[in-house]
């Protein structure tokens, strides 16, 4: 990608960790609703995205967008999500179609799956020997109201997608923590997500070719309950973290 790309959501937990690894290599427009606390690569634009004036402005001249912006409380109440995850997604996407815009990432999440987690299938799921697997082509079976609203924005994406020819992969990113996994907590462990699987997964969403994608965005954990095989086919994704290679916070391998 050698056009600019707007990063939505760039100063929270997920943003850090693609800016962290590969914040050199792209021309960044950075968008938050605050003005960050520390230096991000390229030009800032604080703005909210339900804002369709300021996000047609944000727009301008963009190859890409990687959109985070959004509510990330799993117990977040229907009318944050409303708001922020379902309109803010609509009006992004309407502004990247009306730019041109070639590729288009949405942060997804586990919680648009999470009552596959039945009482019958849990804690068992999240261990090792469990061979449980959901791949993306089953479909949405949201926990919450935010996993309601990340699954309204998969299908925002599909509609832009078939009407509008914008390519888009949909990233159900599983638990995001820094230097290691989630501790005494094996759903965390099963569906982490290291920070430089993150900025890998980004690049790969930046640089491979695809149509429309539901790929789950976890590493690669010997505890899995997501397979990885469609994200490795369908953008070269290679992880190389293991939430087993930690015991605690101490990398043990
Ligand atoms: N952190 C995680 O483990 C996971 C995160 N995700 C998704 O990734 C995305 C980013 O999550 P985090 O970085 O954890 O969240 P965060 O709360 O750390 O950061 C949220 C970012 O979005 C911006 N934002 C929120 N509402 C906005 C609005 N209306 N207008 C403009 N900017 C707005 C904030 O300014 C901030 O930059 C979210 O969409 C979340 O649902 C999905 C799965 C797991
Ligand atoms: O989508 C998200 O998922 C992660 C993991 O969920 P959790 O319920 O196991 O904590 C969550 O930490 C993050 O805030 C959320 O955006």
Redesign the pocket.
């Known amino acids: 990608m050698d056009d600019p790309v707007l990063l939505?959501?760039?100063?929270?937990?997920?943003?850090?960790?693609i800016l962290d690894g590969i914040g050199d290599d792209y021309e960044w427009r950075c968008?938050?609703?605050?003005p960050p606390e520390d230096d991000l690569p390229g030009e800032f634009v604080a703005?909210?995205?339900?804002?369709e004036d300021a996000m047609n402005d944000a727009m301008e001249g963009i190859g890409a967008v990687i959109?985070?912006?959004?509510?990330?409380?799993p117990e977040a109440p229907w009318s944050s999500v409303l708001?922020?995850?379902i309109d803010?997604t609509k009006t992004i996407l309407q502004a990247a179609v009306d730019e041109g815009v070639e590729k288009f990432v949405f942060?997804?999440?586990?919680?648009a799956v999470g009552a596959f987690e039945t009482d019958e299938r849990t804690p068992e799921m999240y261990r090792t020997h469990d061979e449980f697997r959901l791949d993306g082509t089953e479909l949405p079976r949201p926990g919450n109201f935010?996993g309601v609203s990340?699954a309204a924005?998969e299908t925002l994406c599909r509609y832009y997608h078939d009407h509008y020819d914008l390519d888009v992969v949909c990233?159900?990113?599983?638990?995001?923590?820094k230097n290691h996994p989630p501790i005494d907590y094996e759903r965390g462990q099963a569906m982490w997500?290291s920070h430089r699987d993150c900025a890998h997964l980004a690049e790969r969403s930046l640089e491979a070719d695809y149509d429309y994608e539901i790929l789950y965005?976890i590493s690669d954990n010997d505890r899995k309950y997501y397979s990885l095989e469609p994200a490795k086919e369908a953008i070269g994704y290679e992880p190389r973290d293991n939430s087993a290679q930690f015991d605690g916070k101490e990398r043990v391998d």
């Open positions: 939505t959501g760039a100063t929270g937990r997920v943003g850090t960790a968008l938050a609703r605050s703005a909210d995205i339900t804002d959109h985070l912006a959004g509510d990330p409380r708001e922020n995850n803010g942060a997804s999440s586990n919680h935010y990340k924005g990233l159900r990113i599983g638990n995001l923590t997500l965005g």
